[in-house]
């Protein structure tokens, strides 16, 4: 747990301020109710980093909550308050976020909660998953994923599109091979 550490000092400590400055206590209120809404439990929804760590530290309500999304998906929940068994819950959440579709650059490491070394990520692993909880039939917090859309073009669009020099390659207009002359020449 983040009492077993040292605190830090230095660089880590500037780094860690840092880490926590991105922390969002509207997000994680959010966060924290869309949970109370589809695990059903009485909770307390304060989005302030005390509550939320203290909330899910030992991975049960997040293991509960991936259940109430697809059931089944983790098999063996462990109420033990012992470390390796609460990052084991942890670790059973991440692996059914991924099979729920969270993208894993959207996950987070099991100590940045066990640990409280992350918590912001934390919050947008739930926000992601809480986007594909709409695929299931559940409710769905943060912003509408975007559907896909596919462009068919015909061969002849295709080649006039490539004798067209856009604005962003930039152009020489003012410029020649001896330099850009916009007006006056320099006298020295």
């Known amino acids: 747990m983040a009492t077993n550490r040292a605190t830090k000092s230095g660089f880590a400590a500037e780094a860690q301020r840092k880490i926590n400055a991105k922390y969002n206590e509207e997000l994680a209120q959010e966060t924290l109710e869309w949970i109370r809404e589809i695990t059903g439990d009485n909770i307390n929804i304060a989005g302030d980093m005390d509550n939320f760590y203290e909330t899910l530290n030992n991975g049960t309500l997040l293991c509960k909550l991936v259940n109430c999304i697809q059931p089944g998906l983790v098999k063996k929940i462990n109420e033990s308050k012992m470390a390796f068994k609460c990052m084991e819950n942890i670790n059973a959440f991440l692996e059914a976020a991924k099979i729920l579709g969270v993208p894993t650059q959207e996950t987070f490491q099991t100590v940045d909660l066990w640990e409280r070394q992350n918590l912001n990520s934390v919050v947008i692993c739930l926000q992601s998953l809480g986007r594909k909880a709409g695929n299931f039939g559940k409710p769905s917090i943060g912003p509408k994923e975007a559907e896909k859309n ?12 490539q004798s067209i020099i856009g604005l962003q390659m930039g152009s020489n207009k003012g410029a020649n091979q001896s330099g850009i002359n916009f007006g006056n020449t320099r006298h020295m």
Do not use: M
Request: net charge neutral.
């Open 150 to 161: 596919e462009r068919h073009f015909t061969e002849e669009k295709l080649r006039a599109g």
